[in-house]
């Protein structure tokens, strides 16, 4: 019998048949299919806030300027053609739903960023999900510990300020201007005590004396109990670290108590959402920190076409503090996708480390330690009188720019050099 014999570099007719035929049931497999619409799928941004709850206004404000980031980045060509979707989570202002709803996104909508959050806490329990499964988290809410070697990860991004750049700013203003002896009213949850922890910090230095620190559940409704006590301590200055409907309530009850009277009242974060729900009585005079405010505009370019795009797409509307953190949240994000030209995590990381950025409120960018964006900070007054239109809500009275000596150091936070 003679054999058949093949010359090297050839292919017999048998492995030719198989292997076209191999090759035909790989590009009808379901696997085949699979990969192609993954290629072509939206790029998913992953949305956990708490549209629910005492932070409701604030989280519908995140919403609309995040929904803009993704219109613009889609009217732009998008990443060559392949466009991005913002899938929204109620996380009801709790963490444990905050990383139910985070392992949803994650596991079930197979998102490829995580950009989110209106709590200190609720941000630590999303980031320890998406750390865990090596998904980038862009948090836009507040929080000192986020920037933390033992929460941080190469995943966490943090493009809202943090309470020692807020309380920091705002304590430097104060503390120079109204006198020494200062009390404290504080939401008993990460967000207060991280914020006396920077007021108490930066009092170091002007030596302030703390008269006490009265502490309220998150959702109180009755600070009647409270403002005795405090206006018993006689205090030059009122540190009021709350938020949201809390703060709205608390400024409404220490305006009737006459509080204002004897003593300024001063908060880290003032709310654009807070102060028209509350008033201008309630607000009258109160001074605190922001990271944007609408009339930058005069400043910036970048926030004149921010509030003109917001404008357009939202009948004559301003974008609000925390909207400004929605859309910045998202466009950083988009902007890294676009300059990596692609969505792989470690290209997009890199992406973000280099950018360099004034989306909407003038310069900023990542410190990389610590992915902490380094930018101004505001120090607002609440206005009452000759407002241009209904947005016309606070003045800026003075500037922290863009500083890293205003952050705590790389080795404060315990990452190694």
């Not at 360099?356 to 900070?377: E, I, M, T, W």
């Not at 007054?381 to 952050?407: C, G």
């Amino acid at each position: 019998m003679t054999k058949s014999i093949t010359k090297s570099g050839s292919i017999s007719r048998r492995r030719l048949l198989t292997t076209v035929s191999a090759g035909a049931a790989l590009a009808a497999s379901p696997f085949r299919i699979n990969l192609l619409q993954a290629q072509e799928a939206n790029i998913k941004i992953g949305f956990p806030v708490p549209l629910t709850g005492p932070y409701g206004a604030e989280a519908q404000d995140q919403v609309r300027a995040a929904q803009l980031a993704i219109a613009e980045f889609n009217d732009a060509g998008a990443l060559n053609g392949r466009k991005a979707e913002l899938v929204v989570r109620d996380d009801k202002l709790n963490p444990g739903e905050a990383a139910t709803r985070t392992l949803e996104l994650v596991e079930k909508e197979k998102v490829n960023f995580v950009v989110g959050s209106l709590s200190a806490a609720v941000q630590l329990a999303i980031n320890n999900v998406t750390k865990e499964r090596g998904v980038i988290f862009n948090s836009i809410s507040q929080s000192d510990a986020i920037n933390e070697a033992a929460d941080f990860s190469k995943y966490t991004f943090h493009e809202a300020l943090n309470p020692h750049m807020t309380a920091g700013a705002v304590g430097r203003y104060a503390f120079s201007k109204f006198g020494k002896k200062v009390a404290f009213l504080t939401a008993d949850y990460a967000y207060g005590h991280e914020m006396v922890r920077g007021f108490l910090e930066v009092g170091k230095t002007f030596g302030i004396e703390n008269l006490g620190d009265i502490r309220h559940p998150l959702g109180t409704t009755d600070f009647s109990t409270l403002l005795p006590r405090i206006q018993a301590l006689k205090p030059d200055i009122l540190c009021i670290s709350n938020f949201g409907r809390d703060q709205q309530i608390a400024l409404k009850q220490a305006t009737d108590f006459g509080v204002k009277k004897t003593t300024q009242i001063i908060a880290p974060l003032l709310s654009h959402a807070s102060r028209v729900a509350a008033g201008p009585q309630a607000f009258e005079g109160v001074i605190g920190g922001c990271s944007f405010y609408w009339g930058l505009e005069e400043k910036f370019a970048s926030t004149k076409a921010f509030n003109e795009a917001f404008r357009k797409m939202y009948d004559g509307k301003l974008p609000t503090d925390y909207g400004a953190l929605g859309y910045g949240g998202v466009r950083t994000v988009l902007a890294a996708v676009k300059n990596a030209g692609s969505v792989d995590t470690d290209k997009v990381i890199a992406a973000l480390e280099a950018l360099k950025y004034d989306f909407y409120k003038g310069p900023q960018y990542y410190r990389k330690c610590d992915h902490q964006s380094v930018q101004s900070v505001l120090v607002i007054q609440s206005k009452s009188k000759d407002l241009r239109n209904e947005s016309d809500v606070f003045q800026i009275i003075s500037t922290d720019e863009p500083n890293e000596a205003n952050l705590r150091s790389c080795e404060e936070l315990g990452h190694k050099a």
